[in-house]
Protein backbone atom coordinates (compact mmCIF):
# COMPACT_ATOMS: atom_id res chain seq x y z
CA UNK A 1 0.00 0.00 0.00
CA UNK A 2 1.10 3.23 -1.05
CA UNK A 3 -0.14 6.00 1.19
CA UNK A 4 1.83 9.22 1.70
CA UNK A 5 2.36 8.89 5.46
CA UNK A 6 5.26 11.29 5.51
CA UNK A 7 2.40 12.88 6.87
CA UNK A 8 0.98 10.34 9.57
CA UNK A 9 1.49 12.35 12.39
CA UNK A 10 1.79 15.68 13.28
CA UNK A 11 4.87 17.68 13.96
CA UNK A 12 4.06 20.67 16.60
CA UNK A 13 6.93 22.47 16.82
CA UNK A 14 6.19 23.87 12.87
CA UNK A 15 5.58 27.43 12.75
CA UNK A 16 1.89 28.40 13.89
CA UNK A 17 0.26 30.80 11.42
CA UNK A 18 -1.91 33.27 12.83
CA UNK A 19 -5.56 33.22 12.92
CA UNK A 20 -7.69 36.08 11.45
CA UNK A 21 -7.73 38.67 14.26
CA UNK A 22 -10.44 39.91 16.09
CA UNK A 23 -11.56 43.76 16.05
CA UNK A 24 -10.93 44.79 19.93
CA UNK A 25 -14.76 46.95 19.56
CA UNK A 26 -16.61 43.94 19.51
CA UNK A 27 -16.87 40.72 21.61
CA UNK A 28 -16.57 37.70 20.10
CA UNK A 29 -18.87 35.40 19.60
CA UNK A 30 -19.13 31.53 18.13
CA UNK A 31 -20.70 33.27 14.91
CA UNK A 32 -17.62 35.28 14.44
CA UNK A 33 -15.62 31.51 14.82
CA UNK A 34 -18.40 29.90 12.20
CA UNK A 35 -17.87 32.91 10.17
CA UNK A 36 -13.87 32.70 9.84
CA UNK A 37 -13.89 28.94 9.17
CA UNK A 38 -16.75 29.51 5.98
CA UNK A 39 -14.26 32.38 5.08
CA UNK A 40 -11.60 29.33 4.86
CA UNK A 41 -13.83 27.34 3.00
CA UNK A 42 -14.46 29.88 0.39
CA UNK A 43 -11.09 30.86 0.30
CA UNK A 44 -10.28 27.01 -0.69
CA UNK A 45 -8.53 26.45 1.92
CA UNK A 46 -10.38 23.70 3.16
CA UNK A 47 -13.00 22.04 2.12
CA UNK A 48 -15.25 21.90 5.62
CA UNK A 49 -14.94 20.90 8.89
CA UNK A 50 -16.77 19.98 12.34
CA UNK A 51 -16.69 21.86 15.74
CA UNK A 52 -17.64 20.82 19.00
CA UNK A 53 -16.98 22.99 21.92
CA UNK A 54 -18.17 21.94 25.54
CA UNK A 55 -17.64 23.61 28.85
CA UNK A 56 -19.51 22.40 32.19
CA UNK A 57 -20.90 20.02 30.66
CA UNK A 58 -23.18 22.03 27.95
CA UNK A 59 -22.54 22.28 24.42
CA UNK A 60 -21.80 25.84 23.71
CA UNK A 61 -20.89 25.37 19.57
CA UNK A 62 -21.47 22.14 17.59
CA UNK A 63 -21.99 22.68 13.66
CA UNK A 64 -20.43 21.08 10.50
CA UNK A 65 -18.97 23.25 7.67
CA UNK A 66 -18.86 22.60 3.82
CA UNK A 67 -18.56 19.41 2.01
CA UNK A 68 -17.38 16.08 3.15
CA UNK A 69 -17.02 15.39 -0.80
CA UNK A 70 -16.79 17.91 -2.95
CA UNK A 71 -16.77 16.46 -6.50
CA UNK A 72 -20.17 14.97 -5.72
CA UNK A 73 -21.58 17.82 -3.50
CA UNK A 74 -22.14 16.34 -0.23
CA UNK A 75 -22.66 18.65 2.80
CA UNK A 76 -20.27 17.99 6.06
CA UNK A 77 -22.27 16.29 8.73
CA UNK A 78 -21.53 16.44 12.37
CA UNK A 79 -21.73 12.81 12.48
CA UNK A 80 -18.72 12.41 9.99
CA UNK A 81 -15.71 10.00 10.43
CA UNK A 82 -12.78 11.29 10.49
CA UNK A 83 -9.03 9.91 10.34
CA UNK A 84 -7.72 10.88 13.54
CA UNK A 85 -3.99 10.07 12.89
CA UNK A 86 -2.04 11.26 15.85
CA UNK A 87 -5.28 12.04 17.76
CA UNK A 88 -4.30 8.70 18.44
CA UNK A 89 -1.93 9.14 20.69
CA UNK A 90 -3.57 10.33 23.56
CA UNK A 91 -5.91 7.46 23.69
CA UNK A 92 -3.66 4.92 23.44
CA UNK A 93 -1.62 6.77 26.01
CA UNK A 94 -4.61 6.56 29.03
CA UNK A 95 -5.31 3.16 27.88
CA UNK A 96 -2.05 2.19 28.77
CA UNK A 97 -1.65 3.87 31.60
CA UNK A 98 -4.44 1.61 32.80
CA UNK A 99 -2.05 -1.38 32.75
CA UNK A 100 0.20 1.06 34.96
CA UNK A 101 -2.19 1.07 37.31
CA UNK A 102 -2.94 -2.79 37.48
CA UNK A 103 1.19 -2.86 38.51
CA UNK A 104 2.39 -4.45 34.82
CA UNK A 105 5.18 -2.09 34.38
CA UNK A 106 6.98 1.02 36.45
CA UNK A 107 7.30 4.33 34.37
CA UNK A 108 11.21 3.82 34.34
CA UNK A 109 11.28 0.58 33.60
CA UNK A 110 13.74 -0.31 30.41
CA UNK A 111 11.70 -1.48 27.64
CA UNK A 112 14.22 -4.31 26.63
CA UNK A 113 12.63 -5.78 29.91
CA UNK A 114 9.74 -6.67 27.91
CA UNK A 115 10.34 -6.13 24.18
CA UNK A 116 12.95 -7.80 22.05
CA UNK A 117 15.56 -5.98 20.34
CA UNK A 118 15.65 -2.85 22.25
CA UNK A 119 19.02 -4.02 24.25
CA UNK A 120 20.88 -3.92 21.12
CA UNK A 121 19.77 0.01 19.87
CA UNK A 122 22.29 1.34 17.56
CA UNK A 123 22.21 5.34 17.33
CA UNK A 124 23.28 7.55 13.94
CA UNK A 125 26.55 9.58 14.08
CA UNK A 126 25.86 11.17 10.98
CA UNK A 127 21.92 11.32 10.35
CA UNK A 128 22.82 12.70 7.03
CA UNK A 129 24.13 9.32 6.02
CA UNK A 130 20.72 7.65 6.90
CA UNK A 131 20.37 4.15 7.62
CA UNK A 132 24.63 3.93 6.52
CA UNK A 133 25.62 6.39 8.76
CA UNK A 134 27.65 4.69 11.37
CA UNK A 135 26.67 3.85 14.85
CA UNK A 136 27.32 3.81 18.68
CA UNK A 137 25.73 1.73 20.53
CA UNK A 138 22.76 3.48 23.19
CA UNK A 139 24.30 4.87 25.96
CA UNK A 140 21.36 4.19 28.02
CA UNK A 141 18.18 1.69 27.96
CA UNK A 142 15.09 3.21 26.62
CA UNK A 143 12.49 3.55 29.58
CA UNK A 144 8.81 3.43 29.38
CA UNK A 145 8.37 6.97 30.40
CA UNK A 146 11.05 8.29 27.69
CA UNK A 147 8.74 6.69 25.20
CA UNK A 148 5.59 7.73 26.53
CA UNK A 149 6.81 11.34 26.14
CA UNK A 150 9.40 11.14 23.37
CA UNK A 151 12.53 11.48 24.79
CA UNK A 152 13.62 8.12 24.14
CA UNK A 153 15.30 9.19 21.04
CA UNK A 154 13.64 7.40 18.50
CA UNK A 155 12.62 9.74 14.98
CA UNK A 156 9.49 9.32 13.17
CA UNK A 157 10.37 9.84 9.30
CA UNK A 158 8.74 13.63 9.47
CA UNK A 159 12.23 16.03 9.97
CA UNK A 160 13.45 15.52 6.43
CA UNK A 161 16.93 14.30 7.02
CA UNK A 162 17.99 11.69 5.31
CA UNK A 163 17.76 9.03 8.17
CA UNK A 164 13.59 10.14 8.64
CA UNK A 165 13.53 9.98 5.49
CA UNK A 166 14.83 6.07 5.30
CA UNK A 167 12.55 5.55 8.89
CA UNK A 168 9.45 6.85 7.27
CA UNK A 169 9.80 4.60 4.26
CA UNK A 170 10.61 1.17 6.44
CA UNK A 171 7.56 1.66 8.70
CA UNK A 172 5.17 2.75 6.20
CA UNK A 173 5.87 2.36 2.76
CA UNK A 174 7.13 -1.03 3.41
CA UNK A 175 4.36 -4.13 4.42
CA UNK A 176 4.29 -4.57 7.99
CA UNK A 177 2.00 -7.37 9.23
CA UNK A 178 1.12 -6.32 12.51
CA UNK A 179 2.00 -4.13 14.85
CA UNK A 180 5.08 -6.41 16.06
CA UNK A 181 6.69 -5.91 12.71
CA UNK A 182 6.63 -2.05 12.44
CA UNK A 183 8.22 -2.36 15.91
CA UNK A 184 10.96 -4.50 15.34
CA UNK A 185 11.37 -2.24 11.76
CA UNK A 186 11.97 0.80 14.68
CA UNK A 187 14.42 -0.71 16.14
CA UNK A 188 16.56 -1.94 13.03
CA UNK A 189 16.93 1.56 12.08
CA UNK A 190 19.54 3.56 14.00
CA UNK A 191 18.56 6.46 16.27
CA UNK A 192 18.82 9.91 16.01
CA UNK A 193 19.61 10.79 19.14
CA UNK A 194 20.54 8.75 22.61
CA UNK A 195 18.31 8.13 24.72
CA UNK A 196 17.11 11.24 27.60
CA UNK A 197 18.94 13.34 25.57
CA UNK A 198 15.81 15.53 24.06
CA UNK A 199 12.31 16.06 23.06
CA UNK A 200 11.99 14.43 19.44
CA UNK A 201 8.78 13.68 17.67
CA UNK A 202 8.81 10.04 17.69
CA UNK A 203 6.97 6.82 16.54
CA UNK A 204 7.67 5.38 20.06
CA UNK A 205 3.77 5.18 20.85
CA UNK A 206 3.64 1.88 18.55
CA UNK A 207 6.03 0.93 21.27
CA UNK A 208 3.09 1.29 23.41
CA UNK A 209 0.64 -0.55 21.14
CA UNK A 210 2.77 -3.54 21.81
CA UNK A 211 3.48 -3.17 24.99
CA UNK A 212 -0.27 -3.04 25.49
CA UNK A 213 -0.71 -6.46 23.48
CA UNK A 214 2.34 -7.92 25.59
CA UNK A 215 0.77 -6.74 29.22
CA UNK A 216 -2.85 -7.75 28.21
CA UNK A 217 -2.91 -10.83 25.58
CA UNK A 218 -5.22 -9.02 23.79
CA UNK A 219 -4.49 -6.87 20.28
CA UNK A 220 -4.26 -3.07 20.45
CA UNK A 221 -7.66 -2.82 19.02
CA UNK A 222 -9.67 -5.39 20.96
CA UNK A 223 -7.92 -3.33 24.64
CA UNK A 224 -8.88 -0.28 23.42
CA UNK A 225 -12.80 -1.29 22.90
CA UNK A 226 -12.74 -2.92 26.69
CA UNK A 227 -11.03 -0.15 27.96
CA UNK A 228 -12.19 2.92 26.78
CA UNK A 229 -14.68 2.45 23.88
CA UNK A 230 -17.40 0.35 25.05
CA UNK A 231 -17.62 2.12 28.54
CA UNK A 232 -17.54 5.34 27.38
CA UNK A 233 -20.00 4.44 24.00
CA UNK A 234 -17.63 5.48 21.84
CA UNK A 235 -19.74 3.45 18.90
CA UNK A 236 -18.31 5.05 15.96
CA UNK A 237 -14.09 4.46 16.88
CA UNK A 238 -11.97 2.56 16.01
CA UNK A 239 -9.26 0.92 13.46
CA UNK A 240 -11.59 -0.43 10.98
CA UNK A 241 -15.46 0.95 10.09
CA UNK A 242 -18.30 -0.57 8.94
CA UNK A 243 -19.39 0.06 5.31
CA UNK A 244 -22.16 1.92 6.79
CA UNK A 245 -19.61 4.26 8.68
CA UNK A 246 -17.39 4.06 6.08
CA UNK A 247 -19.17 5.98 3.95
CA UNK A 248 -19.22 8.97 6.24
CA UNK A 249 -15.90 9.39 6.19
CA UNK A 250 -14.94 12.75 4.14
CA UNK A 251 -12.13 12.98 1.65
CA UNK A 252 -9.39 14.08 1.76
CA UNK A 253 -8.15 17.14 0.38
CA UNK A 254 -4.65 19.63 -0.14
CA UNK A 255 -4.44 22.58 -1.79
CA UNK A 256 -2.25 22.89 -5.36
CA UNK A 257 -1.87 25.62 -6.95
CA UNK A 258 -4.08 28.29 -4.63
CA UNK A 259 -6.95 25.65 -5.58
CA UNK A 260 -8.26 22.46 -3.33
CA UNK A 261 -7.96 19.43 -4.87
CA UNK A 262 -8.54 15.62 -3.33
CA UNK A 263 -5.36 14.12 -1.83
CA UNK A 264 -5.64 10.37 -3.43
CA UNK A 265 -3.22 8.75 -0.95
CA UNK A 266 -5.82 9.27 1.61
CA UNK A 267 -5.79 5.98 3.95
CA UNK A 268 -8.66 3.99 3.48
CA UNK A 269 -11.13 3.31 6.18
CA UNK A 270 -10.78 -0.82 7.30
CA UNK A 271 -8.70 -3.18 5.77
CA UNK A 272 -6.15 -2.39 8.31
CA UNK A 273 -4.06 -5.24 10.73
CA UNK A 274 -1.34 -2.82 12.54
CA UNK A 275 -2.99 -1.24 15.61
CA UNK A 276 -0.53 1.14 15.66
CA UNK A 277 -0.10 3.89 18.89
CA UNK A 278 1.02 6.51 16.55
CA UNK A 279 -2.10 6.79 14.20
CA UNK A 280 -4.88 4.79 12.63
CA UNK A 281 -8.09 4.99 14.76
CA UNK A 282 -10.96 6.73 13.25
CA UNK A 283 -13.57 8.62 15.21
CA UNK A 284 -16.39 11.28 14.92
CA UNK A 285 -16.31 14.70 16.77
CA UNK A 286 -18.93 13.41 19.52
CA UNK A 287 -16.78 10.08 19.95
CA UNK A 288 -13.74 12.17 21.03
CA UNK A 289 -15.63 14.15 22.68
CA UNK A 290 -16.71 11.64 25.15
CA UNK A 291 -13.37 10.90 25.57
CA UNK A 292 -12.14 14.34 26.41
CA UNK A 293 -15.14 14.81 28.85
CA UNK A 294 -13.80 12.07 30.55
CA UNK A 295 -10.34 13.41 31.02
CA UNK A 296 -12.40 16.41 32.36
CA UNK A 297 -14.48 14.08 34.91
CA UNK A 298 -10.91 13.12 36.50
CA UNK A 299 -11.45 9.72 34.86
CA UNK A 300 -14.81 8.32 34.59
CA UNK A 301 -18.10 8.37 32.88
CA UNK A 302 -21.13 6.61 32.59
CA UNK A 303 -20.63 4.93 35.89
CA UNK A 304 -16.86 3.40 34.98
CA UNK A 305 -13.76 4.18 36.59
CA UNK A 306 -12.02 3.83 32.95
CA UNK A 307 -8.58 5.67 34.67
CA UNK A 308 -7.90 6.95 38.27
CA UNK A 309 -8.07 10.77 38.48
CA UNK A 310 -4.20 10.88 40.04
CA UNK A 311 -3.09 9.22 36.85
CA UNK A 312 -4.73 11.67 34.98
CA UNK A 313 -2.95 14.24 37.11
CA UNK A 314 0.71 12.58 36.79
CA UNK A 315 0.04 12.27 33.10
CA UNK A 316 -0.43 15.57 32.20
CA UNK A 317 2.40 17.27 34.34
CA UNK A 318 6.01 17.67 32.52
CA UNK A 319 8.00 14.27 32.50
CA UNK A 320 11.13 15.84 30.63
CA UNK A 321 12.32 17.52 33.21
CA UNK A 322 15.08 20.10 31.95
CA UNK A 323 14.48 19.35 28.30
CA UNK A 324 12.88 21.68 25.51
CA UNK A 325 9.57 20.74 24.27
CA UNK A 326 8.03 24.61 22.68
CA UNK A 327 8.10 28.34 24.62
CA UNK A 328 5.80 27.92 27.30
CA UNK A 329 4.59 24.39 26.92
CA UNK A 330 5.94 21.00 28.02
CA UNK A 331 5.22 17.28 27.73
CA UNK A 332 3.97 14.58 29.65
CA UNK A 333 2.69 10.98 29.33
CA UNK A 334 0.96 11.32 25.87
CA UNK A 335 0.40 14.90 25.81
CA UNK A 336 1.61 18.37 25.19
CA UNK A 337 1.10 21.03 28.53
CA UNK A 338 0.63 24.82 28.25
CA UNK A 339 2.93 26.25 31.19
CA UNK A 340 2.68 29.95 30.50
CA UNK A 341 0.19 32.01 28.76
CA UNK A 342 1.14 32.92 25.30
CA UNK A 343 1.62 36.71 24.84
CA UNK A 344 -2.13 36.66 23.64
CA UNK A 345 -2.95 35.42 26.64
CA UNK A 346 -5.67 33.41 24.85
CA UNK A 347 -5.13 29.82 26.53
CA UNK A 348 -5.24 28.46 30.44
CA UNK A 349 -2.54 26.95 32.35
CA UNK A 350 -2.32 23.33 32.70
CA UNK A 351 -4.51 23.25 29.31
CA UNK A 352 -3.51 19.96 27.24
CA UNK A 353 -3.78 18.95 23.19
CA UNK A 354 -2.75 17.23 20.64
CA UNK A 355 -3.59 17.31 17.13
CA UNK A 356 -3.41 14.74 13.73
CA UNK A 357 -1.65 14.83 10.36
CA UNK A 358 -5.02 16.21 8.72
CA UNK A 359 -5.16 18.80 10.51
CA UNK A 360 -7.62 17.44 14.06
CA UNK A 361 -7.43 19.38 16.81
CA UNK A 362 -8.50 18.99 20.52
CA UNK A 363 -7.30 20.20 23.59
CA UNK A 364 -8.60 19.83 27.33
CA UNK A 365 -8.87 22.52 30.29
CA UNK A 366 -9.60 21.54 33.32
CA UNK A 367 -9.46 24.73 35.09
CA UNK A 368 -12.25 26.20 32.78
CA UNK A 369 -14.13 22.59 32.73
CA UNK A 370 -14.15 23.07 29.06
CA UNK A 371 -12.85 21.20 25.57
CA UNK A 372 -12.94 22.05 22.11
CA UNK A 373 -12.31 20.10 18.74
CA UNK A 374 -11.93 20.81 15.48
CA UNK A 375 -11.74 18.45 12.57
CA UNK A 376 -10.83 18.58 8.97
CA UNK A 377 -9.35 16.25 6.56
CA UNK A 378 -6.82 18.37 5.03
CA UNK A 379 -3.08 17.61 3.89
CA UNK A 380 -0.20 18.04 4.33
CA UNK A 381 -1.02 19.50 8.38
CA UNK A 382 -1.05 22.70 9.25
CA UNK A 383 -1.50 24.05 12.87
CA UNK A 384 -3.03 27.27 11.91
CA UNK A 385 -6.72 25.43 12.04
CA UNK A 386 -5.41 24.54 15.79
CA UNK A 387 -4.20 27.80 16.60
CA UNK A 388 -7.65 29.18 15.34
CA UNK A 389 -9.61 27.20 17.10
CA UNK A 390 -7.88 28.07 20.61
CA UNK A 391 -7.62 31.72 19.84
CA UNK A 392 -11.13 31.64 18.93
CA UNK A 393 -12.22 30.04 22.04
CA UNK A 394 -10.77 32.14 24.66
CA UNK A 395 -11.74 35.22 23.26
CA UNK A 396 -15.65 34.03 23.65
CA UNK A 397 -15.35 32.32 27.32
CA UNK A 398 -13.01 35.10 28.80
Not at 7 to 26: E, F, G, V, Y
Not at 195 to 209: L, N
Not at 298 to 312: F, M, P, S, W, Y
Not at 359 to 375: C, E, K, Q, R
Amino acid sequence: MKYNLLWCCLLLLSPILSAQPQPATKAATFEDYAAFLQDEIVAERIAGAVSLIVKDGKILHQDAFGLSDREASVKMATDNIFHLMSMTKPIISVAFMTLYEEGKFSLDDPVSKYLPGFDQLKVATDISQGKASPTVPAAKPVTIRQILSHTAGFGHGLSGSTLDNELAMALYYSPQENIASRVRTLTEVPMPFQPGERWFYSASPDVVALLIEKFSGKTVAEFLQDRIFAPLGMQNTGYNMTDEQAARLPKLYKVAEGKLVQDTNQMPANGHTVYGGTHGLLSTAADYGKFCQMLLDGGQANGHRIIKEETLQLMTQSQIGELTYAPGETFGLGFAITTDLPEDGLSSVGRYYWSGAYSTFFFVDPANDLYAILLTQTSPYTGKYGDALRKWVYRVIK
